[in-house]
């Protein structure tokens, strides 16, 4: 596609419960990631993805938060558990080839829980 | 959608002006920087990069500064428009073990004054 596109755009979910947000990079982009932002902050860097392993996830909370990226295009950010405090727009960015080239962001989820 | 940075410092110059972002980053060891804009609603947007083996590189109506003696970055935006308003991050590309460790900074709202 022309850019990153995510979704949903948005998601509402109550407490305990378990969430997956959609990721599709720019096509032919080898590098992706997803990021947090709360409100009024800048992103926060969760997990990098070279193909389909993940490169560095050394930004992901908890055991709760798992990404994948099955086949080296689309990527699922999936949260167990939900809890108030996760709630936050959640972007995913793609690159060419690795974190030397430039980002390139989707419009982000912003994910409530109630 | 979601307003991004309700409290963050606040940059106000007057239509037709020239605009200067500040950033302090802080990792020495940061070799790649980048400037994001951000609209409410959407993820950011790439403005300008710059690499740490150069101390300025110029877009169309952007300048980007880079200050390695006391890790400054600067971001100059000529005949600001009311189109430029929005949150500012610079962010910083450290390498790692990992490859790459992505840092943004905390943002800055310009508002474009009629």
Redesign the interface.
């Known amino acids: 596609g022309a850019g990153?596109s995510q979704t949903p755009s948005n998601k509402v979910t109550e407490k305990g419960k378990y969430v997956e947000l959609r990721c599709d990079p720019i096509s032919g982009h080898t590098a992706l990631?997803w990021?947090r932002?709360s409100?009024?902050?800048?992103?926060?860097?969760l997990i990098?993805f070279?193909g389909t392993g993940a490169?560095?996830d050394?930004g992901l909370p908890n055991d709760r938060f798992f990404a994948v990226r099955p086949e080296g295009s689309v990527s699922t950010l999936k949260i167990q558990r939900t809890e108030r405090g996760d709630s936050a727009?959640y972007?995913c960015?793609s690159s060419l080839l690795?974190?030397?080239d430039?980002?390139?962001?989707?419009?982000?989820t912003?994910l409530t829980v109630l | 959608g979601e307003s991004v940075g309700l409290h963050l410092p606040t940059l106000s110059v007057q239509e037709g002006d020239n605009s200067i972002i500040n950033c302090a980053y802080s990792n020495s060891a940061s070799d790649y920087f980048i400037w994001y804009k951000q609209e409410s609603g959407k993820g950011p947007q790439f403005i300008i990069d710059i690499r740490s083996n150069m101390d300025k590189r110029q877009g169309q109506r952007v300048t980007v500064l880079l200050n390695k003696t006391v890790k400054h970055l600067s971001l100059q935006i000529a005949a600001t428009q009311p189109g430029d308003s929005a949150v500012y991050f610079c962010a910083e590309n450290t390498p790692d073990n990992y490859g790459q460790n992505f840092v943004f900074g905390p943002g800055t709202r310009l508002s474009v004054l009629p």
């Open positions: 990153v990631y990021y932002q409100l009024g902050q800048g992103p926060e860097f990098y070279q490169a560095d050394s727009v972007l960015a690795s974190s030397s430039t980002q390139y962001f989707g419009p982000g912003r």
